[in-house]
């Protein structure tokens, strides 16, 4: 059979940001994936170099639209840690309930966007209506429904107000229903597990050596999570637990997103009932003693690291991000060899890339060099069918 | 999960490989060379039980190039393996057969800082544009952009 080269993307509008993949495949299975990430490359580690540390956190906000506050964190905790400053309890809570409202609205989007891929666009408009709810609470706590800005050297920028608090509650009353919705969803629902189920699969072994990083490393049962191993913010002194899985798939890739929603909500609960009194920030110098820090944090979608090197300026000296899609690439390369041309949309979906997008894919047989265009919606309609098919036969 | 790596350990399985020294509480830095920094990595996932590269972070400090490989294992504990490499032959052989998630990130910053892996399977550009200039590497601290020189876009006089 001959080798047929598709080349997806770089521009989609199902996710939000864009990255091409060169698909070898032979027939229905894929054989390698290759990828291009530049599409979205703007030179922030350069430009974080030329800035002030107040100048770069508000630079990080927006890295990446989902997990701003996610970046800010990793970067204000490395340099806190080489300023060696203390930073008040009251700030460290803050900014563990917005890293994990952060969490839940990342992982509400991700089931939304999952759902979407394969068809089922009434959990898709549910979820993103519920992420709705976690918006609101982000916007009146911080001012920002996406760049939060709520993260400076030293501390936090807003206080809570006890109004605030209590409204908080009501809205999280609310959001725990909905959640309760979808686990009882993804558990009996029969489409859910047919599209998800044996999808993507990722051994515990492989999931280790490829390096995978996150909620697709957990899913195949690697027990890491930065938040228990290295604990920043408040994470020792909330009580939570880290949620693994068995399965190895998209579908267990879903269980974990969604035990770790129920996790996040917890310790948001927590930290506004326990919100220690006292100042939000404390005044930080303006330079940093020399010094080597790698700062891990636990973004939504994984382990996210910097590294940062200062040297006795206001300025960085270097500043290394490594976002966990980038881990998870590695993997998924793997994952999708011998899958479906069908399963491409959810199995790539399923690591929650931030920075991927495909709008239209070019169908090539290199031997009688006939070219066709498939869109990325003929591409799902295509799955569909054939699952549809499978399913009444 | 077990618990952390100590200093002790980690220099007696690093006999003769680097000079390990306790950088904070959880973590290890391991100064070592780039003949041998494939060795060290394999007794790191051997002895140490390693098994989880975090990030292979890349610093110009004005002189050379310094590589660092972060690991971490259930223990916990974070090793990071420090090379130098000279400015003049940015070089030194790849880890992406002992560890394949490395193979990115060698890419990376073979994009970024210019610096060769030696043995890699596929060292092609992943983050700058294609229509990059070749050997013009933007993290390097004495990178300037040239006014007079294309880096990607739209061209002027297409608009």
Known sequence: MPEVHIPIGPQHPALKEPVNFKVVVEGEKIVSLDLDI????????????????????????RVCGICSHSHTTAFVKGIEEAMKIEVPARAQYIRTIVAEMERMHSHLLWLGVAAHEIGFNTLFMWTWRDREIIQDMLEEMTGNRVVYGINEVGGVRRDLTPALISRSFEHLTKLEDRLAKYVDMVISDETLKMRFCGVG???????????????????????????????????????????????????GRTLVRIGEMQESLKIVRYCLENLPGGLISVPAPRTAPAAEILSRIEAPRGELVQFIRTNNTDKVERLDIRTPTLANWTSVAVSLVNQNIADIPVIVA???????CTSRITVMNRKDTKTCVMTWDELRKHGRNLYQKEWRA | MTGHLSLDIVKQSMEGLGIAEQVSNIRIRIKTTPERIPRALLIAQSILKCDHLITISA????????????????????????????????????VSDILPPAGIYERQIHDLLGIGFLGHPDLKRIILNEDWPTNEFPMRKDWKPDPGTFYGGIRKEAT
């Open chain 1, 350 to 356: 399923a690591i929650d890339p931030c920075m991927s």
């Open chain 1, 38 to 61: 530049s599409y979205t490359h703007r030179g922030i580690e350069k430009a974080a170099e030329q800035r002030d540390f107040i100048r770069v956190v508000p630079l990080l906000a």
């Open chain 2, 59 to 94: 610093v110009d400090n004005g002189t050379t190039f310094e590589l660092m490989y972060h690991m971490t294992g259930p223990h916990r504990t974070v090793l990071s393996f420090v090379i130098e490499l000279p400015r003049d032959k940015p070089e030194v052989h790849t």
């Open chain 1, 201 to 251: 699969k990722l051994t515990r072994e492989e999931a280790l050596k490829y390096g995978t990083v996150g909620p697709t490393a957990r899913a195949s049962g690697v027990d890491y999570d930065v938040r228990r191993d290295e604990p920043y913010l408040a994470y020792a002194e909330v009580p939570w637990k880290v949620v693994t899985d068995t399965n190895g798939d998209v579908y």
